[in-house]
């Protein structure tokens, strides 16, 4: 099934919940979210069913990969249950979870016996002073970097570490984060800061460029380019040239990757997203509580896939961007 521009679905990021414990400036910004902003309602979310049923109806799509994100995943109670009925649905299908690490001390072992194999862990800074001012909360970089331990322990193999870096917050921490993961064996990725949402008071020249980050890495290590391991992956991988370890750069703003974008996204409401920085998504928690079969379900996730033509990045790079409201970082799950 492919859309428009001749892309297939093959990956499903759910988000599981709007809630998060932690409020990063670039996607939940405290000021905005706090004790009176209303989150969704339990029964506005998704439910475990739901989320089962509907992630059985994209395997018969052709997806291969899911990804478990939020918000914060780890803060859906009992989330190890939503795990394991997925992992059981099909051997063959890669389940990830994007994760900001703080709770991962406490879950990894039961994440790992319920079938998660892949983890991201989100961390912008090693210094506990930055870390805290970009996540917006006074929890510890130790207590991320113990999750990311018991994680490795738990039997967690090639770990990645999601960096977003801003002009003049974080970036003169981009060698810590090499040094660190380097030497831990985790792939270190860096995202460039992008304008998702509508709140983050994005501005293009808070972007550092993944060619500026290789630029500093350069100047410690020798790095070189590597292949792709599929061709629809976003980042571009380098590997050091002394051969231990690898770096990722998804560079959404400085290089788009819209034409080779194989992902479609389920918001904790149950909405249908094709591209993350859609304003609107197609209200599948509508049909899932209706008398509509899967088939009828399938039918319409395909019927939105085939019209698809979403290019936001590119549109951006070349000054055309035009969507507006756009639906929230937290929401959609990056
Ligand atoms: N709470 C989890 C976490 O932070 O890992 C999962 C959800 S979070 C929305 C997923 C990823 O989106 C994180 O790696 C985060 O750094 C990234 N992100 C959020 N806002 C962003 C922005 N404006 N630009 C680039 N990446 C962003
Ligand atoms: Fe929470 Fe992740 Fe957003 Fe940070 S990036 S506020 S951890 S959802
Ligand atoms: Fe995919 Fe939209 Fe991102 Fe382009 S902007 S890569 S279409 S999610």
């Not at 009925?85 to 709770?103: P, V």
């Not at 319920?114 to 090693?126: E, K």
């Not at 149950?270 to 899932?288: A, P, Q």
Request: charged letters at 30%.
């Amino acid at each position: 099934m492919q859309d428009k521009l001749g892309r297939k679905l093959t990956d499903l990021r759910i988000s599981v919940t709007d809630r998060c414990n932690f409020r990063c400036r670039y996607c939940m910004p405290e000021e905005l979210y706090g004790e009176a902003y209303e989150f969704l309602k339990r029964d506005q979310v998704l439910s475990f069913e739901e989320i089962v049923r509907l992630t059985k109806i994209f395997i018969k799509l052709g997806i291969n990969k899911v990804r478990l994100t939020g918000g914060e995943p780890l803060v859906r109670k009992n989330i190890e249950e939503l795990i394991s009925s997925i992992s059981r649905l099909d051997k063959n299908i890669d389940l990830a979870m994007t994760t900001n690490g703080y709770l991962l001390d406490k879950f990894a072992n039961i994440l790992f016996s319920s079938g998660l194999r892949r983890l991201t862990i989100s961390l912008d800074s090693l210094d506990n002073d930055i870390f805290q001012k970009m996540s917006g909360k006074k929890f510890s970089v130790e207590d991320i970097l113990k999750g990311i331990s018991s994680a490795k322990e738990a039997g967690f193999k090639n770990i990645k570490i999601n960096s977003v870096i801003k002009k003049g917050v974080n970036d003169k921490g981009i060698i810590d984060l090499v040094d660190y993961c380097k030497q831990e064996g985790h792939i270190l990725r860096f995202i460039e800061y992008m304008d998702v949402g509508t709140l983050n008071s994005w501005n293009r020249k808070s972007v550092v460029d993944s060619k500026e980050i290789t630029e500093i890495i350069s100047e410690k290590y020798s790095i070189h380019p590597i292949k792709k391991n599929y061709s629809s992956e976003v980042a571009d991988r380098y590997q050091f040239d002394d051969g231990e370890g690898e770096l990722g750069f998804i560079s959404s703003v400085s290089n788009p990757f819209c034409m080779s974008c194989t992902r479609s996204r389920i918001t904790a409401d149950g909405k249908f997203v094709t591209c993350l920085f859609s304003n609107k998504g197609l209200d599948l928690k509508r049909y899932l509580r209706s008398k509509a079969t899967d088939e009828d379900i399938l039918n319409l996730i395909s019927d939105n896939w085939l019209v698809r033509d979403d290019q936001y990045s590119l549109d951006r790079s070349l000054g055309k961007d035009k969507v507006k409201d756009k639906i929230e970082m937290f929401q959609l799950g990056g």
